[in-house]
DNA sequence: GCGCGTTACTAACGCGTGTTAGTTACAGAT
DNA sequence: ATCTGTAACTAACACGCGTTAGTAACGCGC
């Protein structure tokens, strides 16, 4: 048994032509004859064999990795309660599948970012790359710019020239929290989702702190709580709001996820939710409509800003100019119980 | 500028050596002898000129892609709510990350499996695979075994000898519906998590007709419900099970997604957790701590799993046979309030 | 002076594909 | 009879690296 592998000249040789027509056949070249008997030839013998190029060597001719890079920006540890991150894959990988390209992901902590994602790219082990949580002080994102390499950033950097698919965070938690202040909460604390180098992070806070002041009402910095991606620092940041000494009626939660941490807290304290305290979110996970009480939050539309800046990232490695690199998709807010606003339809569910 | 891509013959040029001599100093080859001045010449250059070899070109020579596959058998939809993944997530590009290795990652559809994953293998695109949600009726699986390629599951195909990581889904069900009957509840009613192919599924499904006959308790084929990955499928399993004039005063349900799409079931109908119903999930989400109740479930370490099974596909990758190419890891049964087993600890935290 | 082993390298091949520049055969025009 | 053009291919190079087989220089024993 010779157990070689079948390469295009195995194909070649049964098809009785050269390699080059075989390859010729197999990629449809545009502009190049080739006869309709000669092709079936190829075709047939391609498959008999059950030939499949390897990747590697088309990837060192073309110049083409065909594979695209999923970046996170996160502590390791982050990611095992990121309810986002699976919707992100679901539709990226739905929408690039069709064009034969393959996912690669990989998680690069805050700390090194330099030596990890350019490596990546120098290696032209991917052709293009998608950001998710983009950071103020990323410095290796400039580079990727100067180096006009096909990227997207899921999130933005504000002020650059980067592609990239969004919702308008500041806008969004603006409704959200002047919701709260139309239902009569004044007190109104903020536990964000991340720290403020993650521009989604800040954003969110500065959009609390608009509706705050565009409501006249004074930001109590006491009130604020930075939060860490994962339900434990929900937990811990609302216990420290709980602990201190201020009064609130209400909070927003720059994530659905932290959100849940925090409602235990406040359960944890006796409290009631929405009685004592209302809660907002953001993200509209899954879960949320499910949740005791069904939490009133923003919904981001997670697959479709994955598929847009897949869609994008497409673009931009055919080397069309996308008609539009910088895309901002609506949000919309989803009012359910664990605001108060809605408690006769609560009650109704529940007869 | 010419700006023509750094390889190895600039290195060498650099350094004065031949490109043989830089591949042996930057590759660390094992019994070769080069002078350290030489060694270290070559470093500088490669430094100097931030050099990163090219992935493809070194896949193609040496035949190894340096990127693992993690398949996930799945409908994609329902990746979205899969707690799960994200922690294998974590688990898996950690311990791959010190080898230098990347993770591919991508999807398969139960409906055709056979176009796929075994593309991406015979492209040599990965030198490994990891494959979660095996299921029986999957025959591409054993193509795998026959042609030998490096492959661990994330659970398990009784009877094969693929490498696999698991837990005893079997006992751990056991226990914990054993759990629930000790508490005196004898109409439990069960969700599975997934269809019945899905080995995980049936055998979560078979620990729990176990623990029924080895208490003596019949088994009532209305009380079980067959979910579909998705916290929607729990919520309308549960549904279907309080609609039904079945009685029943415990759930089993097959992972802690579907059970919080249950929990919102019951509390639709106007049912108490655990008074009037009590409920028992598989997984342990890190959110199962910080739910109301907190729910009992089953620990699955997941982190562990993801470990294990990147550290075994290392070894066969290696070539080495592993001590051990079939594990089992414990787990857990983590009581909670949702069985009702703790009210009075619950209290106390009230308080 | 020769054989031999060791050290420290290098020339050259091969990995499997994409692609460019040709080549051959043949029909039609001059 | 020669030129031109086109259809249908193919020979040969390039991609950037790993690796095998080989070589030159040198010391050492005799």
Same mark, same amino acid.
């Given at each position: 048994?010779?157990?070689?592998?079948?390469?295009?000249?195995?194909?070649?040789?049964?098809?009785?032509?050269?390699?080059?027509?075989?390859? !010729?056949? @197999?990629?449809?070249?545009?502009?190049?004859?080739?006869?309709?008997?000669?092709?079936?030839?190829?075709?047939?013998?391609?498959?008999?064999?059950?030939?499949?190029?390897?990747?590697?060597?088309?990837?060192?001719?073309?110049?083409?990795?065909?594979?695209?890079?999923?970046?996170?920006?996160?502590? =390791?540890?982050?990611?095992? /309660?990121? *309810?986002?991150? /699976?919707?992100?894959?679901?539709?990226?990988?739905?929408?690039?599948?069709?064009? +034969?390209?393959? !996912?690669?992901?990989?998680?690069?902590? =805050?700390?090194?970012?330099? %030596?990890?994602?350019?490596?990546?790219?120098?290696?032209?082990?991917?052709?293009?790359?998608?950001?998710?949580?983009? &950071?103020?002080?990323?410095?290796?994102?400039?580079?990727?710019?100067?180096?006009?390499?096909?990227?997207?950033?899921?999130?933005? #950097?504000?002020?650059?020239?980067?592609?990239?698919?969004?919702?308008?965070?500041?806008?969004?938690?603006?409704? $959200?929290?002047?919701?709260? #202040?139309?239902?009569?909460?004044? &007190?109104?604390?903020?536990?964000?989702?991340?720290?403020?180098?993650? /521009?989604?992070?800040?954003?969110?806070?500065? +959009?609390?702190?608009?509706? !705050?002041? %565009?409501?006249?009402?004074?930001?109590?910095?006491?009130?604020?709580?930075?939060?860490?991606?994962?339900? %434990?620092?929900?937990?811990?940041?609302?216990?420290?709001? @709980? $602990?201190?000494?201020?009064?609130?009626? *209400?909070?927003? #939660? +720059?994530?659905?996820?932290?959100?849940?941490?925090?409602?235990?807290?406040?359960?944890?304290?006796?409290?009631?939710?929405?009685?004592?305290? *209302?809660?907002?979110?953001?993200?509209?996970?899954?879960?949320?409509?499910?949740?005791? =009480? =069904?939490? /009133?939050?923003?919904?981001?539309?997670?697959?479709?800003?994955?598929?847009?800046?897949? %869609?994008? !990232?497409?673009? @931009?490695? $055919?080397?069309?100019?996308?008609?539009?690199?910088?895309?901002?998709?609506?949000?919309?807010?989803?009012?359910?119980?664990?605001?108060?606003?809605?408690?006769?339809?609560? &009650?109704?569910?529940?007869?």
């Amino acid at each position: 048994m010779t157990n070689h592998r079948i390469t295009s000249q195995d194909v070649a040789e049964k098809a009785g032509v050269s390699r080059t027509t075989v390859s !010729l056949v @197999l990629n449809n070249v545009p502009g190049v004859k080739i006869s309709p008997q000669t092709r079936r030839r190829v075709l047939d013998a391609a498959r008999e064999l059950n030939y499949v190029p390897e990747a590697a060597a088309q990837a060192l001719a073309s110049r083409r990795a065909r594979i695209i890079g999923l970046i996170l920006i996160r502590n =390791p540890h982050q990611i095992s /309660t990121d *309810a986002f991150l /699976t919707q992100i894959l679901d539709g990226l990988i739905e929408t690039i599948r069709p064009s +034969g390209m393959r !996912l690669l992901i990989d998680i690069v902590e =805050p700390q090194h970012q330099k %030596e990890t994602y350019l490596q990546l790219i120098q290696a032209k082990h991917i052709d293009g790359i998608i950001l998710s949580g983009p &950071r103020y002080d990323d410095d290796a994102l400039s580079s990727l710019l100067e180096v006009n390499f096909p990227a997207v950033l899921l999130g933005q #950097i504000p002020d650059s020239d980067f592609a990239f698919v969004d919702v308008d965070n500041r806008a969004a938690v603006n409704t $959200a929290v002047a919701h709260l #202040i139309n239902l009569g909460h004044s &007190r109104i604390a903020c536990i964000t989702n991340a720290p403020i180098s993650y /521009t989604a992070a800040l954003d969110r806070l500065t +959009g609390y702190k608009q509706a !705050l002041k %565009e409501n006249g009402i004074a930001l109590d910095s006491e009130l604020i709580r930075y939060g860490d991606f994962d339900i %434990e620092s929900g937990y811990r940041q609302m216990h420290s709001l @709980l $602990a201190s000494n201020v009064t609130m009626t *209400a909070v927003f #939660i +720059g994530s659905d996820t932290l959100a849940y941490g925090a409602v235990a807290a406040i359960r944890e304290r006796g409290l009631r939710i929405p009685q004592d305290i *209302a809660v907002v979110g953001f993200d509209d996970i899954p879960f949320s409509r499910y949740s005791d =009480p =069904p939490l /009133t939050t923003v919904r981001l539309p997670a697959g479709d800003l994955a598929r847009r800046s897949a %869609e994008i !990232l497409s673009q @931009l490695l $055919a080397g069309d100019e996308p008609e539009s690199k910088q895309v901002i998709l609506e949000t919309q807010l989803v009012v359910r119980d664990s605001c108060g606003a809605s408690r006769s339809n609560r &009650r109704m569910k529940l007869q």
